[in-house]
């Protein structure tokens, strides 16, 4: 079972920026297309961000595209999520997932393995 852990998380005030890790000690970490999700209270869990295994292709939701973004470490087993300008949307839930199976992957159903979460609210 590859074990995925979320850091980073808290709150941040409208137009703040906070950078979201999630580390794994998976030797084949390289291997995987890695993504980030989000829930929102009451909402349905959905697709925020994919990044390949050397991180060549990027995919963003359109509701993030300009604001976050993806990148991998492969050495240090860590993938991150940089989010800029933050609204009161993107408060919920961030979720990391890795995919062995997929390129990148949009879909929850592309992933293998998931985090714990880290909570993201954003309010002034």
């Known amino acids: 079972q590859v074990q995925l852990v979320e850091s980073g998380g808290g709150l941040a005030h409208p137009g703040d920026s906070l950078r979201l890790s999630c580390a794994t000690s998976?030797?084949?970490?390289?291997?995987?297309?890695m993504g980030w999700f989000r829930q929102a209270p009451g909402k349905e869990r959905e697709f925020v961000a994919t990044?390949?295994?050397?991180?060549?292709?990027?995919s963003y939701a359109d509701s993030v595209k300009g604001r976050f973004a993806i990148s991998r470490d492969n050495v240090k087993k860590t993938v991150y999520l940089q989010m800029n300008s933050l609204k009161s949307e993107d408060t919920g839930v961030y979720y990391c997932a890795a995919s062995f199976h997929v390129r990148i992957g949009t879909r929850i159903d592309e992933y293998d393995h998931w985090g714990q979460g880290t909570q993201v609210t954003v309010s002034s």
């Open positions: 990044i390949n295994w050397n991180g060549g292709m990027t």
């Open positions: 998976e030797r084949a970490f390289s291997s995987y297309a």
